[in-house]
């Protein structure tokens, strides 16, 4: 029930995405949407810690998750902070160039075109790589995984047999079992999307996704 709710919300969210990117050329007002998307995920990173916010309030990212997976894996590299802290640069850059007066109209137009670029590279990045390639350098998730990066956790129960189904359906290719420390598995790239809690067939992956849960389950330990 709770599954279900949820991919009801992402669809809700995917649909008001690509309605901002629909009419926003003509209503650049909308643009604005942006910003409570980035409040909503800055509060989820410090409710709950490194990317929370893009696997559960991510608008663009519900819409990305909804296109046909492709079977590829984002390249690990991309997850590197340094590609995101230049794709910030550039974008800033950009921003710094264009700066001047201008009407919230005007500048409503502005975050509407970098919405549709930075969409438009994703989409790219999907046909090539995975549908969650922008994730994996969108500025704003490393911004969030930096403010409490390890707030959270999966831990991984001893009836896991290594099959690497959990592997198979993290977008990023996390293999929590392989990477997990006494136990836990702890990466600040992880968006808590549960993928792979809900592929073990085992049950063999719990997620922990705020500090008191983490806490509790330390002492447990
Ligand atoms: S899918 Fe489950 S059983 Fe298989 S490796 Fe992952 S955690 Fe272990
Ligand atoms: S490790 Fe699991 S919860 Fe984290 S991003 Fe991968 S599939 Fe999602």
Redesign the pocket.
Known sequence: MKRTLKSIKRVIEALLFLAVLALGWKYPYLAYCLVLNVAVGLAGALRHGGRHGCGNFCPRGAFYSLLPDTGRKVPPALLKKNLSIVVMVAMFAGLALWLRPMSLRAWGMLLYIMIAITTTVGIIGWLVFNRYFWCSVCPMGKIYKTIWPLKSGIR?AET???????AKACPFGFF??GEAKDGLFRNPDCMHCRRCVE????H??SLFSTVEEMRNETKNH
């Open positions: 991984v896991c047999v290594k099959c690497g189904l959990c929590p079992p592929r073990c067939p085992r063999a992956l």
